[in-house]
DNA sequence: GTCCAGGGTCCCA
DNA sequence: TGGGACCCTGGA
């Protein structure tokens, strides 16, 4: 078992916060995958466990980017109160350093899309291309790669007009990739899941991934985006969370 | 059953 | 620069 001091995290509002499509909760905690290694994580007082098929310590830390101090980040303030709301309701929530594949693929899934079906169309992209793994008597399945997604006949992951973007992305997609130029030159990546694959896969927390969530939050509040700082994409984050799970809770109460 | 909208992007005028 | 089309499905 793995130990990780990670005490500011809030597993609920960091595995459920739409940055990551691949985990479950379950007895107590959380079981995922990540490219093709499971894992179930608890959280025990100031620590992560992690049990995993892959014990290494090193690959879970930086997934978790544990180097990351959030206690800076948490005591930064904003001029916004709302901001400073959304932080309060939403200040467990750490940003995951993803396998870029994995980030990439799922974005370009999201585009026009809802949560449910997104999660439903990458499970069974995993489970007709991925690896099987059977991890402590449950069966669980990698996320394919771009060769073994290669030459595939995709309809059967029923992601509709989606299937062409993602061949797009197995034909051009390299380890190498970095920068938001060269993401936007595969098909069916603009300015939003650029932005995404870079707050989520390159660990960028300056960047601000503009949804119809946020587009919304941001003409209500009247935000001036560029004033948000280096860490934009973790209050992208929080208010994201925010309005979608505590707001909408709200609203539909007084409805 | 019907209808709208979904963590957007492409394409064309 | 703006608006329609797009696969499919969850939720009302």
């Known amino acids: ?57 090193k690959a879970w830390e930086e997934y978790f980017d544990a180097e990351r101090d959030y206690q800076e980040i948490l005591g930064i303030e904003y001029a916004n109160e709302v901001i400073e709301v959304a932080k309060e309701k939403a200040k467990g929530i750490r940003i995951l350093k993803q396998p ?13 899309n809802n949560i449910p079906r997104i999660k439903k169309i990458i499970n069974l992209l995993c ?17 394919p790669t771009a060769f073994q997604l290669a030459g595939k006949d995709l309809s059967i992951i029923k992601a509709g007009f989606r299937d062409k973007y993602i061949k797009d992305a197995i034909q051009k997609f390299n380890d190498k990739i970095s920068t938001k130029e ?9 300015e939003k899941v650029a932005d995404c694959i870079r707050l989520f896969a390159f660990n960028d927390l300056s960047s601000f991934p503009l949804d119809v969530w946020t587009k919304r ?39």
């Open 1 to 57: 078992m793995i130990k990780i001091k990670l005490p500011l995290i809030n597993l609920d509002d960091t595995f459920d916060c739409g940055q990551c499509f691949r985990w479950q909760k379950a007895d107590g905690g959380w079981v995922g995958v990540v490219g093709g290694r499971v894992a179930k994580v608890t959280k025990n007082g100031e620590y992560i466990q992690i049990i995993s098929n892959d014990e290494d310590t």
């Open 100 to 112: 870029l594949w994995e980030v990439l693929i799922s974005f370009i899934i999201s585009q026009n």
């Open 127 to 143: 489970e007709n291309f991925g690896d099987k793994i059977d991890f402590e008597g449950n069966i669980y399945y990698s996320f």
């Open 182 to 190: 060269e993401l936007l030159e595969i098909k069916g990546i603009g």
């Open 217 to 255: 939050i941001v003409g209500e509040l009247n935000l001036d985006m560029g004033k948000l700082g280096l860490y934009a994409g973790v209050v992208q984050q929080w208010l994201y969370h925010y309005y979608r799970n505590i707001k909408n809770q709200e609203a539909q109460k007084v409805g």
